[in-house]
Nanobody
Framework: QVQLVESGGGLVQPGGSLRLSCAASGFTFSSYHMSWYRQAPGKERELVAT????????TMPDSVKGRFTISRDNAKNTVYLQMNSLKSEDTAVYYCNAWRFRNNYWGQGTQVTVSS
C-alpha cells in the first residue's frame, strides 16, 4: 500500500522557517522522482520543487528560488522541503508527490500558514 505522509506544517510568522517532511512507503522510493506542490485558497495547485531519483533539484516559481530547498534521504524514504524567509503569500496546503513513468502518488497535504 502506497503512502505519502507529510508533516512539519503549521503557523509561522513572516520571516520564519519551516521544514516539511514526507515519509514514503509501499514503493521503491529511491527510484522515484519527488516533488512538492502547493495550493493556496482559490488558486490552482502549483509545482514548487522537484528532486529526481538521482538527486537533481529544481525549484519552479521565481518567488521561492533562494528561499526553498528540496532534499531527499533515500535511507529514510523521506523527502524534505526547507522553507526560509517565509512570506504571507507562501500560505497554502503543501503536497508531496512521487512519480515514475505512469505511477503518480500524492500525500494528503500539510497546511502552512504564514501570519503575524
Amino acid at each position: 500500500q502506497v503512502q505519502l505522509v507529510e508533516s512539519g506544517g503549521g503557523l509561522v510568522q513572516p520571516g520564519g522557517s519551516l521544514r516539511l517532511s514526507c515519509a514514503a512507503s509501499g514503493f521503491t522510493f529511491s527510484s522515484y522522482h519527488m516533488s512538492w506542490y502547493r495550493q493556496a485558497p482559490g488558486k490552482e495547485r502549483e509545482l514548487v520543487a522537484t528532486i529526481t531519483s538521482i538527486g537533481v533539484t529544481q525549484t519552479m516559481p521565481d518567488s521561492v528560488k533562494g528561499r526553498f530547498t528540496i532534499s531527499r534521504d533515500n535511507a529514510k524514504n523521506t523527502v524534505y522541503l526547507q522553507m526560509n524567509s517565509l512570506k504571507s503569500e507562501d500560505t497554502a496546503v503543501y503536497y508531496c508527490n512521487a512519480w515514475r513513468f505512469r505511477n503518480n502518488y500524492w500525500g494528503q497535504g500539510t497546511q502552512v500558514t504564514v501570519s503575524s
